[in-house]
């Protein structure tokens, strides 16, 4: 079994920063790809950055160059560096690993419990 546990998160003031953490353990051979989600209130849920293990990242348009996704892979952790927050950045974030169990097993994919990321004044 493999789990996914967030941290981070809060309320923050427009143009504030806040940094979320992600760190899967239990039966992991590899993590392939690591990414943030997010929800808002009425919303889909979206991507909003992700990661691969050999370091090439992807973002939202509406993320680029505000947030940055950085990995350890060592310990099996994503982190998402969030600057120059805007109120429409208000949303539940979830952290999604595509944990591969095996040296020939397909990534699965695991999500973290979520994570409130509130932005106001």
């Known amino acids: 079994q493999v789990q996914v546990v967030q941290s981070g998160g809060g309320l923050v003031q427009p143009g504030g920063s806040l940094t979320l953490s992600c760190a899967a353990s239990?039966?992991?051979?590899?993590?392939?790809?690591m990414g943030w989600y997010r929800q808002a209130p009425g919303k889909q849920r979206e991507l909003v950055a992700s990661i691969t293990n050999s370091g090439s990242t992807r973002y939202a348009d509406s993320v680029k160059g505000r947030f940055t996704i950085s990995r350890d892979n060592a310990r099996n952790t994503v982190y998402l560096q969030m600057n120059v927050l805007k109120p429409e950045d208000t949303a539940v974030y979830y952290c999604?690993?595509?944990?591969?169990?095996?040296?020939?097993?397909?990534?699965?994919?695991?999500w973290g419990q979520g994570t409130q990321v509130t932005v106001s004044s």
């Open positions: 239990g039966n992991i051979f590899s993590i392939p790809i």
């Open positions: 999604k690993m595509a944990v591969r169990q095996g040296v020939n097993g397909q990534p699965y994919d695991y």
